[in-house]
């Protein structure tokens, strides 16, 4: 929980967002007390602190959203465990992977109002459709796209490419 994971963005998404979007949110560090206090203010913002695997794989099952408005990441890996899961990804461009539309919606302002309508463009699908065949959607696609099965044969054939040269 700090400025270069965009945690001041969340805080402004959280606190501008309609009461019906529900947070959780999850980890630690140096804006925990902010997280903490946002929690106490905002019935629809639940803090849960560093959890368990367990304990996530829960919170995965019940989302439908991840919210990634970092500013800097390598290749974040809770993007695949949310994949996995078949959630969609609201991302900063900084972050960006490119994956499809239905899956991923990227902010290219880094606003809370631009992620507040990407957010609520997810909800108009949700609402309007038969959003576990999206989620099935997401998962098929991370499924044949980004298991290991696939990614690690790919590796693996650039790895012994490069040592052939």
Same mark, same amino acid.
């Given at each position: ?12 998404? %959280?606190?501008?967002? !309609? ?10 560090? !140096? ?35 991840? %919210? ?7 290749? !974040? ?22 994956? !499809? ?36 959607? %997401? ?27």
């Amino acid at each position: 929980l700090n400025l270069r994971k965009g945690v001041d963005i969340l805080i402004d998404i %959280i606190k501008k967002s !309609p009461d019906y979007f529900h947070f959780d949110i999850t980890s630690d560090g !140096p804006l925990k007390s902010q997280i903490q206090k946002l929690a106490l203010s905002y019935p629809s913002c639940h803090y849960h602190g560093y959890v368990s695997s367990a304990k996530i794989q829960n919170l995965y099952k019940q989302a439908d959203v991840l %919210i990634l408005p970092s500013r800097g990441e390598g290749f !974040p890996l809770v993007i695949l465990d949310a994949l996995s899961h078949g959630l969609c990804i609201v991302d900063s461009s900084d972050i960006r992977l490119g994956l !499809p539309k239905y899956i991923e919606y990227t902010s290219k302002s880094c606003d809370a109002d631009e992620y507040i309508g990407l957010l609520t463009e997810v909800y108009k699908i949700k609402r309007t459709c038969d959003f576990g065949e999206v989620k099935k959607r %997401i998962f098929k696609y991370c499924n044949n796209k980004l298991s290991e099965k696939v990614v690690f044969p790919k590796l693996r054939d650039q790895l012994f490419a490069v040592e052939k040269n």
